[in-house]
């Protein structure tokens, strides 16, 4: 079983920044690819940004330039630097991991509250 603890996440001011960051522990054979999701009150959960264990990235159109996803895969854990921050990035940030216990299977942390404000 895999299990990924978030931390970084807070209350920010309209361009200010953050840094989260998602620890993966348990027992597991591998990670490929790692990332960050967000759910705003009453919306779906979206993609932010992802990471392949080889290191390529893809960024939801909303944060480009304004977010970078990154990894240590030595330590199993991934980053995401969030500046610009504005009032619609405030949402709760999971990080997601798909990773290789009996078999390849996606696995999420508890979600760290990201709020912006104006």
């Known amino acids: 079983q895999v299990q990924l603890v978030e931390s970084g996440g807070g209350l920010v001011q309209a361009g200010g920044s953050l840094r989260l960051s998602c620890a993966a522990s348990?027992?597991?054979?591998?990670?490929?690819?790692m990332g960050w999701y967000r759910q705003a009150p009453g919306k779906q959960r979206d993609l932010v940004a992802t990471?392949?264990?080889?290191?390529?990235?893809n960024y939801a159109d909303s944060v480009k330039g304004r977010f970078t996803i990154s990894r240590d895969n030595a330590n199993h854990t991934v980053y995401l630097q969030m500046n610009s921050l504005q009032p619609e990035d405030t949402a709760v940030y999971y990080c997601?991991?798909?990773?290789?216990?009996?078999?390849?299977?996606?696995?999420w942390g508890q979600g760290t509250q990201v709020t912006v404000s104006s």
């Open positions: 990471i392949t264990s080889g290191g390529s990235k």
């Open positions: 348990g027992r597991f054979f591998g990670i490929n690819v």
């Open positions: 997601n991991a798909y990773a290789k216990y009996v078999g390849w299977h996606d696995y």
